[in-house]
């Protein structure tokens, strides 16, 4: 059913495209850009009572943050696409007994915090926020969050981040709007427009945002961990990440998909870190 809908929207926006082609391109961006889920559930919000929450803000838009206090370095984690911070449970349960002290955020549009629209650099800035005032050493970040993370280091370069660890990560942003246009089936048109919006509306085309390409003038030490069989980001990705994070390493799993969530990829952090 859900596919059937998806194919249906595609086809209603590819006839809008003969009427007006920037019209429903901005409704196609911003579809890609409005999350289906995401929000807290009461399963999500008993786990993150055990933390002290604090809102932060940028631009008018409420940041909710999520503190576990440690005594030893202070890790910021950042989630994906249509998730929120409780998504980090496990991990987080596992690194308060390694005694860390532990920032989650919850995205834009995202868990609690504000924004009816959510891109990667929206979320690098509300990374920025929260790590200006945490100074975290060590930032762990998950598909979309570890993209946005890296958007994050490499415009702001905060002195206090030594290592980063990224979790199934896009590396191509341009790549992750090709296969939305491909899952839509929308055409050359929209596609087209879509491009043009987006250069106007953030001043590069897709092809300039790139984790690989910004990992580059990243100093910290990297640990890259990424599942061959991951059905939403290409293993590739995490290859080419790789290949341009010059001080970094590359963990290959089997098995654990997207999401990540084995003991033995918490271990390979708590290995990471404690190096």
């Given at each position: 059913m859900e596919k059937f809908i998806v194919k249906i929207i595609g086809s209603y926006l590819n006839v809008l495209s003969y009427v007006s082609g920037d019209y429903a391109?901005?409704?196609?961006?911003?579809?890609?850009?409005?999350?289906?889920?995401?929000?807290?559930?009461?399963?999500?919000?008993?786990?993150?009572?055990?933390?002290?929450?604090?809102?932060?803000?940028?631009?008018?838009?409420?940041?909710?943050?999520?503190?576990?206090?440690?005594?030893?370095?202070?890790?910021?984690?950042?989630?994906?696409?249509?998730?929120?911070?409780?998504?980090?449970?496990?991990?987080?349960?596992?690194?308060?007994?390694?005694?860390?002290?532990?920032?989650?955020?919850?995205?834009?549009?995202?868990?609690?915090?504000?924004?009816?629209?959510?891109?990667?650099?929206?979320?690098?800035?509300?990374?920025?926020?929260?790590?200006?005032?945490?100074?975290?050493?060590?930032?762990?970040?998950?598909?979309?969050?570890?993209?946005?993370?890296?958007?994050?280091?490499?415009?702001?370069?905060?002195?206090?981040?030594?290592?980063?660890?990224?979790?199934?990560?896009?590396?191509?942003?341009?790549?992750?709007?090709?296969?939305?246009?491909?899952?839509l089936g929308y055409n050359k048109k929209i596609e087209k427009h879509l491009n043009k919006i987006i250069l106007k509306k953030f001043g590069a085309t897709p092809s300039d945002f790139s984790t690989s390409k910004f990992s580059k003038d990243v100093e910290a030490e990297g640990l890259i961990i990424h599942d061959v069989k991951d059905a939403i980001i290409p293993y590739k990705d995490a290859e080419l990440i790789n290949k341009n994070f010059k001080n970094s390493k590359l963990i290959t799993t089997t098995g654990f998909g997207h999401s990540l969530n084995d003991s033995s990829v918490t271990k390979n952090i708590l290995d990471f870190l404690r190096n």
């Open positions: 391109a901005n409704k196609a961006l911003h579809l890609f850009s409005t999350p289906r889920k995401g929000k807290l559930k009461p399963q999500h919000e008993s786990f993150l009572k055990s933390a002290k929450k604090d809102t932060l803000q940028y631009e008018n838009l409420n940041i909710a943050t999520y503190h576990w206090k440690g005594d030893k370095q202070t890790i910021l984690l950042v989630h994906g696409w249509e998730s929120n911070a409780a998504r980090w449970k496990n991990k987080i349960n596992s690194f308060i007994k390694e005694g860390f002290n532990i920032i989650a955020l919850d995205a834009p549009a995202h868990g609690a915090s504000d924004s009816k629209v959510f891109n990667a650099l929206l979320y690098s800035e509300f990374i920025n926020v929260v790590a200006t005032k945490y100074k975290p050493e060590i930032i762990i970040g998950h598909s979309v969050g570890g993209m946005a993370s890296i958007f994050f280091q490499q415009k702001y370069q905060l002195n206090s981040i030594n290592k980063v660890v990224l979790l199934g990560a896009p590396s191509e942003f341009e790549g992750v709007l090709k296969n939305y246009i491909k899952l």
